[in-house]
């Protein structure tokens, strides 16, 4: 039998100068996602369009927050900036498989590594 499931929090700060991080945790359902729009739209009006998302302690991702993660990374995208997802565990991995999105997203084993794709550094 499974624990309880995790409430879902979001935490966002500055990762690096011009990088932002948000890092999701527990389980995040539909409900979930205005929390993570929000979190963009800061972000967006500091002008920081390079975002990591780390994923490492989310424990599951509603499959309309597959959406919203598109929705960021065309958003990045337009302003010349990028999202990258960070800490993508199997249970995430395999949502995003069995939606047909495993492609879709630019990923890094974890948050400095993000950094580091976003920065350009080796």
């Given amino acids: 039998m499974e624990g309880p499931v995790k409430q879902f929090s979001l ?18 359902a539909k409900w979930d996602i205005d929390i993570l729009g929000l979190a963009v739209d800061k972000f967006v009006a500091h002008r920081i369009y390079r975002i990591v998302i780390d994923l490492g302690e989310t424990t599951h991702v509603a499959s309309a927050a597959i959406g919203t993660f598109l929705s960021i990374h065309d958003r990045m995208a337009k302003q010349g900036g990028k999202l990258v997802l960070a800490t993508v565990g199997p249970t995430i ?14 990923t890094a ?3 400095p590594s993000a950094v580091r794709l976003l920065t350009g550094a080796p």
Avoid at 20 to 27: D, F, N, P, T, V
């Fill in 11 to 28: 935490d966002a700060l500055e990762a690096a100068p011009g990088i932002g991080l948000i890092r999701l945790k527990g389980a995040m």
């Fill in 93 to 106: 991995s395999s949502i995003f498989s069995r939606l047909g999105f495993q492609d879709m997203f630019v």
């Fill in 109 to 111: 084993a974890d948050v």
